[in-house]
């Protein structure tokens, strides 16, 4: 991910998604001196296509953001990665769900994300209103997402 990351007032969390061989990456800090609030951050978009992160992304973007789901219409390296790996969208809940279990009540969860880290965590904050995804107290506790140049999503993918 980042080689230094920080955020001032803020700690670098244990938790974190980093698959090696590319997917859904994310890190987690936790406010410093006592405070309640948690700061997931998704990382964006890997344009490097040489790189197993940088195909996973890709093909991502496509899935998400384009809608495509036939592998003919993909970037011909999709067909190579495993359907898990791609499915961003479930990876960032079932993270999302872990930082909630992790840090539970009185921590707030904010997100934030450029590119495709926007669009999911843009995505994970529309989550919220569908119990099946995040029990209602859980939700509550997702205060929001800041982000920067979000790719636009189809709400049926969700």
């Known amino acids: 991910l980042v080689t230094n990351p920080t955020i001032d007032g803020f700690s670098k969390s ?32 890997d344009l490097n296509s040489t790189t ?8 991502a973007d496509q899935i998400l953001f384009d809608n495509i789901t036939n592998p003919a219409d ?17 990876v960032a809940k079932a993270f999302l769900r872990s930082v909630l279990v992790t840090y539970p009540a009185p921590y707030e969860v904010l997100m934030t994300g450029h590119s495709l880290g ?7 904050v529309l989550s919220t209103v569908d119990p099946q995804c995040f029990p209602p107290q859980d939700a509550a506790r997702i205060v ?7 790719p636009a999503f189809i709400l049926s993918i969700m």
């Open 144 to 150: 929001g997402s800041v982000v920067m140049s979000s």
């Open 52 to 59: 197993p992160g940088g195909q996973s992304d890709l093909c």
């Open 74 to 90: 993909m970037y011909p390296f999709c067909g190579n990665i495993p359907p898990t790996q791609l499915d961003y969208y479930g």
């Open 14 to 45: 244990h938790l974190e998604s980093n698959p090696p061989m590319g997917g859904m990456r994310a890190l987690v800090f936790v406010e410093n001196n006592g405070g309640s609030r948690i700061l997931v951050a998704f990382r964006g978009t």
């Open 118 to 124: 926007a669009g999911l965590s843009n995505m994970m």
